[in-house]
């Protein structure tokens, strides 16, 4: 049915607080959905999972503003949930331990099919990301999307001095793994 | 990387924090200092460099749409609000109206934009099917847009939101478009197939539909309209219907199949369920309820669900499981009547090759709604059993101090503490309570007026250290078995042994035979009588030291009495588990449960020695 056909008294029925979530959410969506889908990737290797998570994510913000909370430091809470429900669902490790599976049969086609050297190293490292916990992993991904060590300690909910210590030994384990993948020197 | 790499450490750091001046000063000597922290140093950098290159991605637009849609979506008005705006809209809308009453009376033609030269058969849809009202409760912003916002999406579960909701065979008012039984109901779910399709004016979408009030109730597959012309809904979008957090078999099974499907998609899940024993699988044609009609893994009948526990398997709500021919698994693999990590996901791409089978008596059904019950099995990619996990008419031991209970889970009356080491017979289980699983058991060793205890144990803690595990057994051949093993076997610590080591196999010993007397008045009645723990006659055979007592059948032909040994060595043929223990049963003692007594009087006849024949040796002395 058209506008024009739409009883008037029915725009009446809108409330304004509508608009204004909306407002508020699609800003935050389009402010933070690409880096947060990444993330979310990174996460999952995944597609579909990380469309998922960031639909989930932003329908708790939703939810959220309805309720009349609103998040105080948007994108680390939107992060924050994020990555929990990545936790919660457990999919990484499904998703981790697929590609693991996988990984020779792709590497033969990707070889007989001349792919991009980055998408290659793109692949590596994020299959290497999931011998991390998943807060070393979720810490590491934000920290390479350019958040800083207090934005990350904000997002995952601890003091900085112990995401400091946590993003050292991510960060080592990490570099330890791929000098022994040779893919780092 | 040692301490003495601190200036690396400080270097890593400063990738991410802010540094104290004192940190900067140490980390800039350390650095000059130590080549190899440099190095480290360096590698650190060149990893960031990397991670930074990780790819980027959108979420899909139908991600963003959904999200929009949920942000216009006001919450739920309470009723006076929605109260306020019915009178606005009804002041506005039809002055002269004096009340809701009229406004429900008004044919629909009349509040809506559709003209009077309306096809006469329009009428058929205004009332009484579907059935229109004006339904306060309902919020009117369910719509907006075009009429009702955006299209429902597919796949995507919605509710009837006003009653009597009419499913038709075709998108449309007509002739061709044969309307089926049963209406729908408030309340009831549907799975949007398809649509919509736009026809007599109204936006029509193929369903799948169940009514969650009353789960044994069946539906056709087919059409219904979305809602009323002046934008009242008839069917809007369920919310929270699906679980959040990580997915267990409780949520699964707490799911209609197609909210499953709707819920998890492909996704991979791992879920810890329990596998019925299901019933040999079979061709879904050789059904006539079958509607279905593709890949044989996909639609044949039968075969285990995934289930809770053991005793929610009973109502069977669990998904089907399918066993997916690329996997791991094996139909002989799949195990049964256990708890398994089933790895696999609903949603098969092959259920896509699923049709409506022609001519199926169990009502029509379309193409669509056939996928759908393809894509809501279970399809097991791989399955995991812990190869010590107890096994029900299993003989374990307590790896630890156990607390036995009256009843599965932490409300259960405390009975004893299990020492370590103590044996106990597996009678039911798993039931799933308090997160730990729980098992009925018997403790032949501990006594309770006259009978072993019988009770619940957790078979593990949270971590997965085990509580029970099974127990070896020195188990003769039973072609060679002593009274001196019997003994041993049916000691009253763990009166199942003879049973865990031979089954229902027919084993042959020797012995002097002795008629035997038991109580005149026992506690428990046991029926048949010959077979119970209190027989009034039964056997001693004995090799001089030990003594185990067998019970007979009536039709065997013994003396009944007390007394009258023979001394004479005879060849003894037995069994344990007898046919009739699986009908054994007795009225129940006060103060024991059904429960309770139904695993006493199971393990007492199951654990007797039958004895099969008694015939002398050949040239064995007489009495």
Known sequence: MSDDRQPAVRRLAVVSD????????MAAYDENQRRLTSFAYALT????????LVQETFLRLVKEHAAGREPENVTAWLYRVCSNLATSRGRRGVVARKFLERRPAEETEVAAEIEILRHELSETLLAALTILPDDQRSALVMAAQGFSGREIADALGRTETSTRTMMFRARERLRTFLVAEGVAR | MTHDHEAAQLAVAS????????????????????PECAAIAASHI??????????????????RQRVMRAALVPPRRSQWQVLLVAAAL?????????????????????????????PPALGDVVSPEPSPSVDPSASPSDGGGSAFGAPLPHDSIAEVVSGRLRIRSQPRVADDSVKYEPLLGVGARLMILDGPVTANDYDWYQVAAWDPKDPQATFP??????????????????????????????????????????????????????VTDGSESYACTADPGCTNDGPSW?????????????????????????????????DRSMPSGVMAILDGSFDAPAAQQCRALAGSSAGPTTDLAARLQCRARFVVRDVTVDPAYPKLGAAVTATDRLRVRSTPGLDGARYELLAKGTPVWVVDGPVVADDYEWFQVIVPSLEVDGAPRVGWVAQSDHGGERWLSGRTLECPAPSDVTVADLARL????????????????????????????????????????????????????SDGTDVVNAHFRPELGLPKSCGGQDTSIHTIQAHFDDGDAATCEAPTPGGTSASDARALVGYWCRTALVVDSIDPMPGAAGS
Not at chain 1, 18 to 25: P, S
Not at chain 2, 46 to 63: C, F, K, R, T
Not at chain 2, 105 to 117: A, E, G, K, R, W
Not at chain 2, 244 to 267: K, N, Q, S
Request: one cysteine or more; charged letters at 20%; a negative charge.
């Open chain 1, 18 to 25: 509508a608009d204004l979530r909306t407002d508020f959410v």
């Open chain 2, 221 to 274: 597959a087919g059409w219904v309209a979305r809602g009323d012309h002046d934008g009242t809904p008839w069917i809007s979008e369920a919310a929270d219907v699906c679980p959040t957090g990580e997915v267990t078999i409780a949520d699964v099974v707490g799911l209609a199949p197609a909210e499953r499907v709707a819920c998890f998609g492909h996704r991979e899940l791992r879920l810890r369920a329990f």
């Open chain 2, 490 to 541: 049916m000691g009253t610590g763990e009166s199942h042994g003879g049973l865990t080591c031979f089954g229902d196999e027919p084993i042959t010993f020797k012995g002097e035979v002795e008629m035997s007397c038991g109580e005149a008045r026992p506690t428990w009645l046991v029926q048949p009588d010959w077979l119970g723990p209190h027989a009034l006659y039964t056997v001693a055979i």
């Open chain 2, 46 to 63: 060149g990893l960031q460099g990397m991670l930074q290159q990780l790819p980027v991605h959108d979420a899909s637009l139908i991600v």
């Open chain 2, 15 to 34: 990738l991410d924090f802010e540094l104290t001046p004192a940190e900067r000063t140490r980390m800039e000597a350390g650095l000059a200092a130590c």
């Open chain 1, 45 to 52: 290797r995944d597609a579909d999972a990380a469309d998922d």
């Open chain 2, 90 to 118: 009804l002041g506005l809308m039809l002055a002269g109206a004096a009340a809701v009453g009229a406004f429900r009376s008004q044919p629909v033609d009349q509040l809506t934009d559709v003209p009077s030269s309306s």
């Open chain 2, 298 to 330: 996909l639609t044949d009948l039968g075969g285990s669900t995934a289930e809770v526990d053991a005793q929610s398997a009973a109502a069977g709500n669990g998904p089907i499981l399918a066993i997916d021919p690329d996997g791991a698994v094996r």
